[in-house]
């Protein structure tokens, strides 16, 4: 692992604490997904550092890493990542990461300049005429984070991904 990754993992890992902190215990569900998002973003952009420069400065590439551990090549590897996410094939591996794609790109189009005019974790909106407080909001993605099977997977695989990501920093 390279140093970036290693700061963007660290940074990633104390996101992803101060969600499980807030997680059901939060002023609002706002700042728990805030958390969860920017864990998820920084992650990505650790996995993304193995390539030797800087990743886009974007919110976009958690979505993008989920179809990168999907798309590995090499058949040690591909056995590894598998495997450290409890599959004894990749195939299948390949399989529940597309289950998790539409959450996660839910979950990646909360930042404010992913959503538009529409709900996001940071700012009232619509940006011109503010109709909605973000903490009084209901997010939809938080109901299906913690009540459907999918969205139970996706926490549990961000988990997993941040407390393993040294195993696989460099696939």
């Known amino acids: 692992m390279s140093a970036s990754q290693e700061l963007w993992w660290r940074q990633s890992e104390s996101d ?3 969600f499980e902190l807030l ?22 952009k650790a ?3 193995s390539e030797g420069y800087s990743p886009q400065k974007s ?17 040690k590897q591909r056995d590894k990542i598998a495997s450290l996410f409890g599959f004894s094939r990749f195939v299948d591996f390949q399989n529940w990461l597309n289950t998790l794609l539409p959450i996660a790109y839910d979950l990646e189009r ?4 992913l959503a538009n005019d529409g709900p996001n974790l940071e700012y009232p ?3 011109s005429q503010p109709k909605y407080a973000l903490a009084l909001y209901t997010f939809r993605i938080w109901e299906t984070l913690t009540s459907k099977s999918q969205g139970r997977e996706l926490m549990r695989f961000i988990q997993t991904a941040v407390r393993e990501f040294p195993i696989y920093a460099e696939f």
Not at 23 to 44: I, N
Not at 59 to 75: A, E, P
């Open 47 to 49: 996995y993304f550092w």
């Open 16 to 18: 992803h604490a101060a």
């Open 59 to 75: 919110h976009i590439g958690f979505v993008k890493f989920l179809n990168f551990l999907g798309q590995i090549r090499d058949k």
């Open 110 to 113: 909360l930042t404010p300049d």
């Open 23 to 44: 997680r059901g215990h939060g002023p609002a569900v706002c700042h728990t997904l805030h958390y969860l998002q920017m864990t998820t973003e920084k992650l990505a």
């Open 125 to 127: 909106w619509p940006h």
